[in-house]
């Protein structure tokens, strides 16, 4: 899955819609501002003004820890959202992770490497997480990871379900698989792409946005795996962000637009790819497993989707504690 998330200050100002957890989409107004968020498998991290951490999502039988945000964590600059758990880059570039519980789903990315070194971006994907430290080089932890890279010139990180990408300073993408049996082409980055200016990793696809605003996807080299997460809609143009979920892909335009395609059959369709009507002036957008967030330019955060029983967590369950007055 993706760890999309936005960067600038967001200052929530519209109205909550509740009673919804059911429906297709929630709308939350706070008095308060966020300046980043990251949508993992099933929940959801905000990052506030105040640097703390707020997560919801991950309930019932999903919760693996990866809502319990640390106590006393503070000043951090950075979220990603994995499949079971969570990361928080701290101001002084300490790397803190959480979730993960069960032997299920615990395969060591949680476990930080000791002296880390000062990390200056991360990235958290199903099983393993990702960190770059000033310097250039890059560490993985987790499944199928333990080589320590040391590539030059990355700028961006994404982090999918078992496979990585990195951005470089001169539009290259860089690609790590970390589970041979379930390679279906995620990692091979097709001949050609250049002049990339952002990435995202999903479930079994990747994409990449070119800097004249073409999207690029590849991946799910399976029936089983490819639900249309990979059919980039014709014509589709001006896009400036992507973010890839687990079965389905997103898309920002110039003008503030939400593009979605993929989760189209009976069996992975939750209406994360149903785009709520009227929604505009988007500035950044996350995708997790069967839900997916936007904010709008007046801070106005929109997340819709989940809208089977089976796969509810309250991911449409924005907390309380990050609206005025509450």
């Known amino acids: 899955m993706t760890t999309q998330y936005a960067r600038g200050r967001l200052f929530v100002t519209t109205l909550l819609l509740t009673g919804l957890l059911s429906g297709a989409w929630n709308v939350v107004a706070a008095q308060e501002q966020v300046i980043a968020i990251a949508a993992g498998g099933m ?23 990866q809502t319990l945000v640390p106590e006393g964590l503070n000043s951090i600059v950075d979220i990603a959202a994995g499949h079971t758990h969570s990361l928080a880059l ?21 476990d930080v490497p000791p ?5 200056i971006a991360i990235g958290a994907g199903g099983g393993h997480s990702m960190a770059l430290l000033e310097g250039g080089r890059l560490v993985f932890w987790g499944f199928g990871t333990g080589d320590i890279t040391e590539p030059n010139g990355i700028i961006a990180l994404a982090a999918g379900n078992v496979h990585s990408l990195a951005l470089t ?56 795996l490819n ?42 369709d939750h209406g994360q790819s ?26 106005s955060v929109v997340v819709w989707g989940a809208q089977s029983e089976q796969v509810q967590a309250g991911q449409l369950a924005i907390p309380s504690t990050i609206l005025s007055g509450q």
Do not use: K, M, Y
Not at 115 to 119: E, I, K, Q, V
Not at 239 to 260: E, P
């Open 43 to 65: 929940h959801t991290l905000a990052l506030t003004e105040s640097n703390t951490v707020v997560a919801w999502g991950g309930t019932g039988g999903f919760d693996r820890g």
């Open 90 to 110: 701290r101001r002084d570039g300490n790397v803190f992770a959480w979730g993960s519980f069960g032997d299920d789903v615990a395969f060591g990315q949680t």
């Open 115 to 119: 002296n880390l070194g000062r990390a």
């Open 169 to 224: 300073q001169d539009g290259q993408v860089l690609a790590w698989q970390h589970r041979d049996d379930a390679d279906v082409g995620q990692s091979d980055v097709p001949a050609g792409v250049e002049n990339i200016v952002a990435i995202a990793a999903g479930g079994a696809h990747s994409l990449a946005l070119t800097r004249d605003g073409q999207v690029i996807a590849w991946g799910a080299q399976s029936d089983a």
């Open 227 to 268: 639900v249309g997460q990979l059919a980039v809609p014709d014509g589709l143009t001006g896009v400036v962000d992507v973010a890839a979920g687990f079965f389905h892909s997103l898309a920002l335009t110039r003008d503030g637009q939400v593009i979605a395609w993929g989760a189209r059959d009976s069996q992975h």
């Open 274 to 299: 149903d785009v709520p009507a009227g929604l505009d002036d988007v500035i950044d957008v996350a995708a997790g497993f069967f839900h997916s967030v936007a904010l709008t330019r007046d801070g």
